[in-house]
């Protein structure tokens, strides 16, 4: 099966400052999917970004953005201008190509000092 | 609107008895997932279902149970042998063909406590 590893258990940042989240995986695969989820306290789960492994371009969704390293089997999440409302658990998670079942890593707790 | 409905919110069981959590989709995904989130980590997959009448086993199926009799539906048992069940469950679903637009769509979950 594969795994991902998210190694800051809790990070923290000030306020409209930039902060980012690790995430390594393992893989034999070729074609995959890599997400990032936000899970606020209400516990809900929201999707912050995608990747699709074949496109080499870093994926970006306003504040937020990745560097995706795949040899490295490396997908990281930078968020710029950080918000209060960032304030969340983050899930790094990954899918193969012709498969359904999504693998999470354990999160990283961010909080967003004001 | 479409979107994915988990009950109860919250359940309790008593030590011995199955209980059974509850997840429907009105979004014609093909689909379905369990997931299981303890205090403080990532969500681990109980079971999922491609299609009807099929699952397969995640990585902690044992000790419960599911069944995908229809498209919409796929129930959760968590059955007297799952010793440790107190945990947040996620139910999520998926289409096949739209993956890369849109991926797992989550419900509000259950959280389940022992009495």
């Known amino acids: 099966a594969q795994t991902v590893t998210q190694s800051q258990p809790e990070m923290s940042v000030q306020e409209a400052e930039t902060v980012t989240l690790s995430c390594t995986y393992d893989t034999s695969e070729n074609n995959y999917y890599l997400f990032w989820y936000k899970q606020p306290p209400s516990r809900q789960m929201i999707l912050v970004i995608r990747q699709e492994a074949y496109k080499q371009q870093n994926a970006t969704e306003n504040r937020f953005s990745v560097n995706f390293q795949k040899a490295a089997k490396s997908f990281s999440l930078k ?29 990283t707790r961010l909080t967003v000092k004001p | 609107d479409g979107g994915i409905t988990q009950s109860p919110k919250y359940l309790f069981r008593k030590e011995g008895q199955n209980v059974t959590l509850s997840c429907e989709q009105n979004l014609n995904h093909d689909a379905m997932y369990w997931y299981r989130q303890d205090p403080g980590q990532g969500l681990r997959l109980i079971y999922y279902s491609q299609i009807v009448n099929d699952f397969q086993k995640g990585d902690i199926a044992e000790g419960y149970s599911v069944s995908r009799e229809k498209k919409e539906s796929f129930p959760l048992t968590v059955t007297s042998a799952q010793k440790n069940p107190t945990a947040f469950y996620l139910c999520a679903s998926m289409s096949w063909d739209r993956v890369a637009n849109q991926p797992q769509h989550f419900g509000d979950g259950t959280r389940l406590s022992i009495l």
Request: glycine share 10%.
């Open chain 1, 79 to 107: 968020i710029s201008d950080s918000q209060l409302g960032d304030t969340a658990m983050y899930f790094c998670a990954f899918m193969r190509y012709n498969n359904n079942d999504m693998r999470f890593g354990a999160g």
